[in-house]
């Protein structure tokens, strides 16, 4: 083998190498992105349930009606009725 065709052959292979490390990272950081936009949604998304189910919790103390609660909070009456115990 020539050196020419020698340097050729590991400025492929560094070339390779370099491309597979880029390829790694930028998969890396949108992983960590979604990672982080779905866990911020999850966050959001069980911070309203439990806002719900705390304004339920003090409108049942309040002694508003069932019907009405499940009006104002969106829950369904199962919940509700669990939150009472």
């Not at 065709?5 to 400025?11: G, L």
């Not at 705390?54 to 199962?78: C, M, S, W, Y």
Request: net charge negative.
């Amino acid at each position: 083998m020539l050196s020419t065709e020698y340097d050729a052959d590991v400025a492929k292979t560094v070339w390779q190498a370099e491309a597979m490390e880029k390829g790694l990272e930028r998969g890396r950081s949108e992983g960590l992105e979604r990672g982080r936009s779905e866990g911020l949604e999850r966050g959001r998304s069980e911070g309203l349930e439990r806002g719900r189910e705390e304004t339920a919790r003090n409108a049942l103390a309040e002694g508003f009606p069932l019907h009405v609660v499940q009006k104002i909070t969106g829950l369904d009456v199962e919940t509700i009725q669990n939150l009472q115990r």
